[in-house]
């Protein structure tokens, strides 16, 4: 009798030891899941960063190839008077081709509305190509302007803006 007691004691023991292991086990593998959990996520998130951080690149180097000039004689701005529009020569000197239609003006900081606006290719193209001259009539707000110093602005899609100081 005593041996099986020491028999039973010993197994006792033994399967003590092996729960021990096993929750230890358990342990493991739940933190293992748990790492595997967090790097997916991480993952993820670098993923996204690294795709934000391409198409700013893209844009940024956009822009740097992007120029616009206005070409007007700022002393000389053409005024229709049945219209009431200024004529404005914006030049494409940049290296990218630009659509006209997403053409943004600007004149003394107030956006001009685009049903205000009539943007015309001299070349008669649909695709603001570099080097081309874009010619906008503009009616501002008022129309006419008040005699003295004025600004424009002309902003691209990409956001990459012209602009020019001019009297009227």
């Known amino acids: 009798m005593k041996n099986n007691y020491f028999f039973t004691m010993g197994t006792f023991s033994r399967c003590q030891k092996a729960e021990t292991a096993i929750t230890h086990m358990i342990f493991f593998i739940v933190a293992i899941i748990l790492a595997m959990g967090v790097i997916t996520v991480l993952s993820a998130d670098v993923q996204s960063i690294v795709s934000s951080s391409s198409v700013n690149s893209k844009l940024i ?34 290296r990218t081709e630009l659509t006209s239609e997403f053409i943004t003006v600007l004149i003394d900081g107030i956006m001009v509305a685009p049903s205000n606006m009539e943007f015309e290719l001299l070349d008669g193209d649909v695709v603001w190509r570099p ?38």
Do not use: C
Not at 136 to 141: A, D, K, Q, T, Y
């Open 131 to 168: 080097g081309d001259v874009l010619v906008l009539r503009v009616i501002p707000s008022p129309s006419p302007l008040d005699p003295g110093d004025h600004r424009i602005l002309v902003v691209a899609e990409n956001g990459k803006s012209g602009s020019m100081s001019f009297k009227t």
């Open 61 to 94: 180097a956009q822009q740097m190839r992007t120029d616009i000039t206005l070409v007007n004689d700022p002393l000389m701005v053409p005024y229709d008077i049945p219209s009431n529009s200024y004529t404005f020569y914006a030049k494409n000197t940049g």
